[in-house]
């Protein structure tokens, strides 16, 4: 990797999965160093960071957020704990409950299965960035009319998952709902309303 | 009619109504702040070390380098050397530190040693030869006994043969003849003999007395019908969302602030208080939303009791500890595993003669309840006789509806067995022998054809085993239900002040099933005002006392409550404003905004003018449940329930496909028809969740849980749960019955009913929940005949 490569973050950012294959590969072990350095490894350079903090930019709904975390800090956690931006919740944290989901450039992703630096360059969107004020968005106020919520933990990461996918599929069919909003849970039981909720919001713009 | 009576429908503007819930907005925009969110400066956050072996005593904890790491603020030993370890995953230390990462860290460098000691995690059916248990009766023992309904001789006999090895205080005493326990039996638990539970048998089995009625031998002899089989429900989890957890910051020497996901925000302090020897009234417990408790969320816990000692040896910084998802899978609650093997009988025409079943299932160590068999129906004779297991793994937690989920699975998977057996339509058998369900006969009469209607049973319905070609076949399954769900004691504080404004303060909680929707409904309803006109204040322990949400007691105690505050309000507000009106008080009403004479609404004041008669000071009134000064009781105890089930059965794959659900629900005064209906068609949802994909699966091996996650422990997704509808039972005959709690019967049918649709659709019974594509192929290639489990 050239140094002008450091002005991409997205390819800066960590050990990407092929750059590991290749150091996992080969069994070079890490240097324990702080903060960011390179490594040769099968001849080309490998950047790796940590295990200490480095500092992180994020661009999270349209501002810029800077804070020193360590690499292994997950996407989620710097969103929660750093940033104070709650909207997205950790439940089962590995991928498998969408409680977190977010959007990321434009497409839906679990919070919770990427890593902070791996995030910057990227423009995120959470539910927080989804309101201004007081004012809800249609699939929101669809939501509160559909009662398609009960304890409300799983709903911040249906509501952005609805959203998105009410953007894909503006009118979607019952087949289409039962597959584009499978990859969230909710204990409660809320989906009869959650499915009222995707047939009734066209585009996300509420139609009754 | 008292003015306390909940008003006609043609004068309840809200009341009965259909309203979206007041937090909606809060939650739906991602601004309300649950327990996880909490997050202030300077919050350190804990972790804890857990035990990885199901059985084992401490023999050392080292702590000597988590101390010395970078970030850590606190260490603690929770289980001191020498304790004794009964489940996986139990708490041994915990670390606070400046973040999460540095916590962990610390905590993987704590050194424990460990004796390892056998343990035991089967619920698999008793051996033959367990020796009925002679050893004193624990608490959880005798509450089995009263909750089951034993009759008080047979308690009173088995507390003299077998001693207690608990000490009853006279609050539990005050408590348990409160909740319905006969004075002779409390007598019973005064003189009853205290035996060490030490002295008790070590055997993980503890088998019941056999309680007998009638006489079954001879009724099962001249029957006409016997059919025979064998149900029951595996061990699940709560698996709330937002997992146990708490926060705790000292304010002062002996003060406290506590955050904490609980359902019973009202009840907390004393507990955290007691082992700290501070004054209770000195910790403030706060809680705005919680994310799912279903039965499991209480007191702090010992993970909550770690964040008060963390906090203490931080200097008093708030210290959060949540649970991970692994560990609360598997140490933070889980519902007994309930099984049985019945035989049941009836005469030739139906009509039940005799009941026989040896049931067991675990709920940790304690054992785990028996469940209430037969379920609903009193069957003239019987016999039966329970087997508690004792496990190890983490303690069984109320699970909505404690033991009847487990009952219906068994008892109404027995009388559908027994409807095939005699060629019968189980709706048919079931309504012919509705008088043995007492005093509720009539709701579920009505209740069954409400729900065949929306079911199109009589079109639908074949007899066993689908005759048509194809590997898909498909059925309909029945079930009943009931609960009890009187009111809980509760507090409020109700407000007015001069500029129009109304603040109730309530020391409760809303779990998400609508409590501050149903509070706001009331107090608008009875002061005729717009429900925006209400600030509604929960989550505080510093608010007048309201009970925990358990066994759903909360609508009924917060309505009623609500209520009488609410009617006094008005009532001292009539007096206030009378003379400008030219009437007496009594001729007044609140209606529209306005405050008017009955007689003429001509001479009337907005809401606002009548509040400025008050002058400059507010005016607060005290609401109370139950009040027997202001009387009549505005709750009530005893619920029905009918579900009924359409399945498709793969008998290739075993993939089980609920294609719709109906329920038929009363719960008295119903005071919002969308928050009611959300709770009936949540709980069948939960329900089809745990019928055909929950289990706790634990390792005979390692003892611990396989699954202790949410990819292989997998809760029903939007794909699963085919079309529902409810119908919820209104007006005459519900309505002046008071308001009831809703949150656990509908809960209770859906494993029932969905497992008799599958014998229905595929001819054999499946035993067991959940309906597993590998159980029910294991059961076609049987034929049904379960000789061992």
């Not at chain 1, 001849?43 to 480095?54: C, F, L, T």
């Not at chain 1, 975390?69 to 969103?79: H, M």
């Not at chain 1, 890593?115 to 809800?136: F, R, S, V």
Request: some cysteine; charged content about 20%; aromatic content about 6%.
């Amino acid at each position: 990797m050239k140094d002008d490569d450091a002005r991409k973050p997205e390819l800066t950012a960590g050990v990407t999965r092929r750059d590991f294959m290749k150091i996992s590969g080969i069994g070079v072990a890490v240097p324990m160093l702080v903060g960011p350095t390179v490594i040769q490894v099968a001849g080309e350079e490998v950047p790796v960071h940590g295990p200490g903090k480095v500092p992180v930019q994020l661009s999270v709904n349209g501002k810029q957020l800077q804070a020193q975390l360590e690499p292994r800090v997950t996407l989620l956690d710097a969103l929660r704990d750093t940033f104070n931006l709650t909207g997205a919740k950790r439940v089962c944290d590995r991928g498998a409950c969408g409680a977190c989901t977010i959007l990321m450039d434009g497409k839906i992703v679990y919070a919770c299965s990427i890593l902070a630096i791996d995030a910057q360059g990227a423009k995120i969107t959470t539910i927080e960035g989804m309101t201004e004020g007081e004012a809800l968005t249609p699939v929101m106020q669809s939501f509160v009319d559909h009662d398609a919520q009960q304890c409300g933990f799983c709903t911040p990461g249906f509501i952005v998952a609805t959203t998105h996918f009410l953007e894909q599929h503006p009118h979607p069919t019952a087949d289409d709902i039962r597959r584009g909003l499978s990859g969230n849970y909710c204990r409660c039981g809320t989906y009869d309303g959650i499915r009222a909720v995707a047939l009734a919001t066209v585009g996300g713009v509420r139609t009754s | 009619m008292s003015e306390y009576s909940w008003p006609d429908p043609a004068t309840r503007p809200l009341l009965g109504k259909r309203i979206s819930r007041v937090d909606g907005p809060v939650k739906a925009s991602g601004r309300a702040k649950y327990t996880y969110d909490y997050n202030p400066d300077g919050l350190l956050a804990g972790k804890i070390l857990r035990c990885p072996y199901a059985h084992a005593k401490i023999i050392s904890v080292d702590t000597s380098a988590a101390e010395k790491m970078p970030g850590v603020k606190a260490v603690r030993i929770i289980q001191q050397p020498g304790t004794e370890i009964f489940w996986a995953g139990d708490e041994v230390a915990a670390v606070a530190a400046l973040d999460e990462g540095a916590a962990e860290d610390a905590i993987r460098t704590i050194k424990v040693q460990y004796e390892v000691l056998p343990h035991f995690v089967s619920d698999a059916e008793p051996p033959k030869d367990v020796a009925l248990n002679t050893g004193p009766l624990t608490q959880d023992d005798f509450e089995d006994l009263e909750d089951n309904q034993v009759p008080d001789e047979q308690v009173i006999a088995t507390i003299k043969k077998n001693g207690i090895s608990f000490k009853p205080s006279d609050k539990y005493l005050k408590a348990m003849q409160e909740s319905g326990t006969s004075a002779s039996v409390i007598q019973a638990l005064r003189d009853a003999k205290f035996v060490e539970a030490a002295t008790a048998s070590k055997s993980p089995y503890k088998k019941t007395a056999v309680q007998k009625q009638g006489d079954p031998d001879k009724a099962f002899a001249g029957a006409a019908a016997v059919s025979e089989g064998l149900y029951g429900a595996s061990c699940i989890t709560h698996c709330c969302l937002e997992t146990h957890g708490m926060a705790s910051e000292w304010t002062g020497e002996k003060e406290m602030v506590v955050h904490i996901s609980t359902q019973n925000v009202s009840g907390v302090a004393p507990q955290v208080a007691e082992p700290l020897g501070i004054p209770a009234g000195n910790i403030q417990v706060l809680e705005q939303y919680v994310g799912g408790g279903f039965g499991s969320k209480w007191g702090p816990d010992r993970w909550g009791m770690a964040t008060v000692h963390l906090s203490k040896a931080a200097g008093g910084k708030p210290v959060k500890i949540m649970l991970e998802r692994a560990a609360d899978q598997e140490v933070a609650g889980m519902r007994p595993s309930g099984y049985g093997r019945v035989k049941i009988a009836a005469d030739k025409d139906g009509n039940f003669l005799a009941w026989h079943s040896s049931s067991w299932g675990t709920g940790g160590m304690g054992g785990g309840g028996t469940p209430p068999l037969p379920y609903i129906f009193d069957i003239p004779n019987q016999h039966k006789q329970n087997v508690a297991i004792a496990t190890n793994q983490g303690s069984a937690r109320a699970w909505r509806a404690p033991t009847h989920p487990q009952a219906a699975v068994i008892t109404m998977g027995a009388i559908e067995d027994l409807a095939a057996k005699m060629n019968m339509d189980p709706v048919e058998l079931i309504t012919r022998n509705l008088a043995l369900t007492g005093k509720r006969a009539d709701t579920y009469r009505d209740e069954l054809r409400v729900a065949a209607e929306l079911m199109e049973w009589k079109k639908n319905w074949h007899p066993r085993g689908e005759k048509t070609p194809g590997p898909v076949k498909r059925g309909l399954g029945v079930s009943l239900h009931t609960w009890g769900g009187r009111g809980h004691n509760s507090d409020c504080d109700l407000t007015i002040y001069p500029d129009g404004t109304v603040e109730i303060k309530m020391g409760t909680q809303d779990l998400g099933t609508g409590c501050r929707t149903v509070i706001t409904i009331v107090a608008a309803d009875t002061l005729g005002i717009p429900m925006e006109n209400i600030k509604l204040l929960i989550g505080n322990n510093r608010y007048p006392v309201s009970g925990g949400s358990g066994g759903s007691t909360t609508t009924g105690g917060v309505s009623s409550s609500t209520r009488r505050a609410a009617v006094d309000a008005r009532s001292q507000l009539f007096a206030r404003v009378a003379p400008t009106l030219k009437a007496q008080p009594e001729e007044l009403e609140a209606v529209n905004g306005t405050i008017r004479v009955k007689s003429d609404p001509s001479r009337s004041l907005s809401w606002k003018e009548a509040c400025l008669k008050l002058g400059a000071m507010p005016m607060t009134v005290h609401g109370k449940n139950p009040d027997k000064e202001k009387p009549p009781d505005l709750t009530n105890s005893g619920v029905g329930g009918v579900q009924m089930a359409d399945v498709s059965v793969d008998t290739e794959t075993g993939i089980v496909r609920v294609n719709k659900m109906v329920a038929a629900q009363d719960c008295g005064l119903v005071i919002d028809v969308k928050t009611a209906e959300s709770q009936v068609l949540g709980a069948m949802i939960m329900g089809i969740s745990y019928a055909l994909y929950e289990e706790k699966i634990l390792d005979p091996v390692t003892g611990r849980m396989l699954n202790p996650n949410m990819e292989f422990y997998r809760l029903a997704g939007i794909a699963d749960i085919g079309e529902l509808k409810v119908h919820m039972m209104t007006g005459k005959g519900y309505d002046e019955r008071g308001v009831i709690g809703l949150a656990e019967p509908p809960v209770v049918s859906p494993g029932a009913a969905i497992s008799n649709a599958v014998a229905n659709a595929i001819g054999v019974r499946v035993p067991f929940l959940p309906l597993t594509p590998a159980r029910v192929l294991e059961a076609l290639e049987q034929g049904g005949a379960h000789a061992s489990v």
